[in-house]
């Protein structure tokens, strides 16, 4: 026992080294998560200036006694006017133009004259602006009117110029005078009726019925 007792001195003598828990393992932070660059989005604008062809309804002859300055005239537009491979403005859409300055004919060999200059055109309930002028030798332009020619006479006081003249169906030229922003339509989604099976007809379906041979006729003895 005394030998015993000095082991268990011993150990309770020698040093205890302290068992030191495991560091933690260092805390990684998370990557920031990587934009993407997206494109900014195409043909959302129809321009101011952009051209719209136009086509004359109705004509003008500076001949006519009933024309007035200030008076105004229907158009229409010649051809769709796309934006993205959609239409913004339709054929067919109905334009109004002005006359801004008419001349009759005259003395001297003065002739006569007709500038004129789109107002509007409506597509839908919206009413947009048009800008461009133009007169009967077909000039066209955002700003300024070409004087018409004044002939000289050559002989003879009471030489006359000769009348100017729009006809109708000719082409005009105008411009947008505002930038229009365009949506694009909602997609049209259409029913597809699913095919169904083709009725069965009921002899197919059916199993076919045993032929039950007719009855022989007893023959009296």
């Not at 332009?141 to 000719?170: C, E």
């Not at 694009?184 to 169904?196: D, G, N, R």
């Amino acid at each position: 026992m005394p030998v015993l007792n000095f082991a268990i001195a011993a150990l309770a003598a020698a040093p205890q080294t302290a068992i030191q828990p495991a560091a933690p393992a260092a805390a990684i932070a998370p990557a920031a998560p990587q934009a993407t660059i997206i494109a900014p989005a195409a043909g959302s604008v129809l321009r101011a200036g952009t051209e719209i062809p136009l086509r004359m309804e109705e004509g003008l002859n500076s001949n006519d006694k009933t024309l007035r300055e200030g008076q105004q005239f229907h158009m229409s537009v010649a051809s769709d006017v796309m934006l993205g491979g959609m239409v913004v403005i339709p054929a067919g859409s109905v334009a109004m133009g002005e006359i801004s300055d008419l001349r009759h004919k005259g003395m001297w060999g003065k002739s006569g004259h007709i500038s004129a200059r789109a107002l509007n055109v409506r597509v839908g309930d919206r009413l947009i602006r048009l800008t461009g002028n133009f007169d009967e030798h077909g000039t066209t332009g955002t700003a300024g009117v070409v004087s018409a020619i004044v002939f000289v006479p050559i002989a003879g006081f009471f030489m006359t110029g000769t009348s100017a003249k729009i006809p109708a169906g000719a082409g005009v030229k105008a411009f947008l005078d505002e930038d229009l922003q365009v949506a694009a339509p909602a997609p049209v989604v259409v029913a597809v009726p699913v095919p169904t099976a083709a009725p069965v007809a009921a002899a197919a379906a059916a199993p076919a019925a045993a032929a039950v041979p007719a009855s022989t006729p007893v023959k009296p003895h």
